[in-house]
């Protein structure tokens, strides 16, 4: 029987590190929960903040009302084993964390994902976000963020800069860092009540395909503030 519940810092860097893509936890504030069949460890679904601490933003809603999920670390990806765990992660995040209203998560094409355990589990799609860039130095990746806190904490050094990011980072950080252009990624939304899930629905896309399909992000803002439980 699958059972989950909180995750250590010990079992989440492991599940990370040897199941998830990325190979580390993300950064900030993480409400991981553990997966078990019996006494046997899955896995984490971890979920976040993220790299924006704005992510609510669009919706209405405060840092306090919408998390993102972070990561889906698991031993064993197969579909309807994956769709059981997400279920139960989530019923697990909404019973500790009441106030929520909002899950975001993506899913990223570069790595052949178009959101499968998504939609199977009856998120919503509202389309792929632009293309970017990611900083890549020895085989590991940095995210804008990191990118942006390294040039501030620098500022005097950059705001005089005559050249490009990437000439300042490989001056200042590392001479072998290197960009490479990503495409966008899939965005899905799980709301935590009926009321915001009828209206999130006005806004629903149609699932992607394949990983290169889907429909491009519309810019559009929607209150979901007054949909509490």
Known sequence: MIKVAFATKEATK?????WHYAHKPPRGSL?????????HFLGVVIFSHGANNMIGAPYGLTQYQCVELTRVALRNHK????????????KYLKEHNPNLILIVSYSDPSQNHKGGIYQ???WIYVGRGVKGKTYVLNGKTFHSKHISD?????????KNFKGTRLEFLQKYWDKNMKVIDTPGKHKYLFPLNK??????????????KSFDDGQKMRNIKLDLSDCTR
């Open 14 to 18: 492991y599940a990370c590190k040897n």
């Open 31 to 39: 409400f991981s929960i553990g997966v078990w069949d019996d006494d």
């Open 79 to 90: 579909g309807v084993f994956v769709s059981e765990i997400m279920a139960k992660a989530i």
């Open 120 to 122: 199977a589990n009856n």
């Open 150 to 158: 390294f040039c501030r904490a620098r500022k005097s050094v950059w």
């Open 195 to 208: 009321k915001a899930r009828r209206k999130l629905m006005k806004i629903a896309l149609p699932y992607p």
